[in-house]
């Protein structure tokens, strides 16, 4: 597929996915969006891929959506009576659930603004390593918009609900530090060593048996809503996909000959 909005890499079993409207400091319309749920669903379903990074070009991460609608991609709903309920759920919804489903690990690079619909998307991976001169909030309200792409559901579950709503109904913007002591992110270092440490990461990630940390992954998320009882059930499903994999021999002769594993997903 050809890409215009975005781009997208593959090395080393990991994806790199690049927003790129720095012009617009990465803020997404629908071509976008649609471009990145394509490169997602081919890292999905490419086994030799790993792990995914999601980074932006130039100054920032994702300003959120581009409320000037100066989009490249006409919405198919323009003009509909439903039209702004339509176009969330055909396009910015879809592909937060695509992440949020994705069961391969994923990092978000924050280099710059990570603002309202751009916090949501970094707060879809699994990971948020960010840039020390990043910023991260949500300014949704000062248009009177709402955090409708996920923030609603998303930000009380990192940062709590009392700092959410002081967020959200502040439009406040917290430096790459403030963010890491709230929980929006997971490790700041120096902007000059932010891809290097991102790539850091995502090596270690991809080194690892992929079908166990799927499964790990996978657990983790659905567990959040379960009780212990139907949690050590799917605990134990998870064992009849994980367990017989080859790796499982390859993991254990690794350990008794004193190497490195070689791990290769089957």
């Known amino acids: 597929m050809e890409y215009r909005q975005i781009t997208y890499e593959k090395a080393e079993h990991i994806a790199t996915i690049t927003l790129s409207r720095p012009e617009k400091l990465n803020a997404y319309s629908e071509l976008m969006v649609h471009e990145m749920i394509a490169a997602l669903s081919d890292a999905r379903d490419d086994d030799e891929i790993r792990v995914v990074i999601i980074t932006g070009s130039g100054r920032g991460f994702c300003s959120g ?19 702004s309920m339509l176009e969330m759920r ?19 690079a924050v280099n ?16 948020r390593i960010a840039a020390a001169s990043a910023r991260l909030g949500d300014t949704s309200l000062k248009f009177a918009l709402i955090p409708d792409e ?19 109904l502040l439009s ?27 790539r850091a990461w995502a090596t270690r990630l991809a080194a690892g048996p ?6 790990t992954k996978r657990m983790m998320y659905k567990q959040q ?37 070689r791990f290769k997903g089957k």
């Open 210 to 215: 992929p079908i166990a940390i799927r499964v």
């Open 112 to 127: 710059g603004a990570a603002v309202a619909g751009g916090l949501t998307l970094a707060l879809c991976c699994d990971f």
């Open 225 to 261: 809503t379960m009780g212990l009882d139907n949690a050590l059930e799917d605990a134990a499903l998870g064992t009849m996909v994980a367990n017989y994999c080859d790796d499982v021999k390859e993991g254990t002769a690794a350990f008794h000959e004193n190497r490195p594993p």
């Open 150 to 168: 996920g923030g609603a559901y998303l930000f009380p579950k990192y940062m709590g609900l009392q700092n959410a709503l002081r967020m959200s």
């Open 172 to 198: 406040e913007i917290y430096t790459a530090e403030q963010a890491k002591e709230l929980g929006l992110v997971t490790e700041v270092v120096p902007d000059e060593k932010l891809m290097e440490t991102v």
């Open 65 to 83: 959506g581009d409320i000037s609608r100066d989009f490249q991609y006409p919405g198919r709903y323009r003009g509909h009576r439903m039209e």
């Open 90 to 108: 055909e396009n910015m919804h879809r592909l937060v659930a695509l992440l949020r489903r994705f069961d391969k690990p994923t990092i978000a």
